[in-house]
């Protein structure tokens, strides 16, 4: 008896698990958004201006081409430019909450004496912009 002819007395079937079909317009706007080619046209723009110190744009696009970025396959020309914009949007808030939680945490136990040069508002006050003193 050879071993190809032995089977398995017990073959577990093949699970397959339903997944979502891919969509068919790249926006959540559905029909009634951008077709495919303005589409790549918008997101690039939102990720271009997003380095102009616009970054919330980033947030708009990955928000506007959700259907992109979640079905890579689908769109791959705007899923390029939604998921960096993705990444750039991350990198963003990981670095402008680190600068609040340093300046609101530390504090003056953490910058010291420079601590009153760095304020805004005592700053604004030394050069007369307050109006009120």
């Known amino acids: 008896m050879e071993a190809t002819d032995i089977q398995n007395p017990n073959p577990s079937p093949r ?15 559905g029909p009634l958004g951008l077709s495919e080619e303005e589409s790549v046209s918008y997101a690039r723009r939102f990720y271009k201006f997003g380095f102009a ?40 808030t990981a670095l402008l909450s680190s600068w609040a939680l340093t300046f609101g945490i530390g504090g003056e136990r953490l910058f010291g004496h420079v601590w009153d040069e760095l304020l805004m508002y005592n700053l604004a006050d030394r050069i007369g912009l307050t109006g009120w003193s």
């Open 15 to 29: 699970i397959l698990l339903p997944s979502s079909p891919p969509p068919l317009w790249p926006t959540i706007d």
């Open 53 to 92: 110190l616009l970054p919330l744009l980033w947030a708009v696009n990955c928000f506007y081409f959700w259907p992109a970025l979640r079905h890579s396959r689908s769109f791959p020309r705007i899923h390029h430019y939604v998921l960096r914009s993705a990444v750039g949007f991350a990198v963003f």
